[in-house]
């Protein structure tokens, strides 16, 4: 499984953006998480398989969206009211069949994309 974010980019407080991440075929369940310089990378938001369930930070609940076209085997964050502490490269990974998801940690991921920055001024 191959994974391409796009759509990160610089952007002043309030603003919005919205990555992308396509998977080179179909994928199980999928979470976007973020680095910044310095800390450990944490998991912002994933969502299952067919789409019906996801689960988010506290720091980005109400203001992130997470979700899936999987016609197009991609899966998209919506990130609106950015703070500057969302500056952060992100990534997006996938989960394999059976693995949990859910508590959003990077071990239960199997694959993963080589991110994209985004920065929040």
């Known amino acids: 499984v191959q994974l391409v974010e796009s759509g990160g980019g610089s952007v002043q407080a309030g603003g919005s953006l919205r990555l992308s991440c396509a998977a080179s075929t179909y994928t199980y369940n999928m979470g976007w998480f973020r680095q910044a310089p310095g800390k450990e990378r944490e998991g912002v938001a994933a969502?299952?398989?067919?789409?019906?369930?996801?689960v988010y930070a506290d720091s980005v609940k109400g203001r992130f969206t997470i979700s899936r076209d999987n016609a197009k085997n991609t899966v998209y964050l919506q990130m609106n009211s950015l703070k500057p502490e969302d500056t952060a490269m992100y990534f997006c990974a996938a989960s394999v069949l059976g693995a949990s998801w859910d508590k959003r940690r990077v071990a239960d991921f199997a694959y993963w994309g080589r991110g994209t920055q985004v920065t929040v001024s």
């Open positions: 969502i299952s398989t067919g789409g019906g369930a996801t």
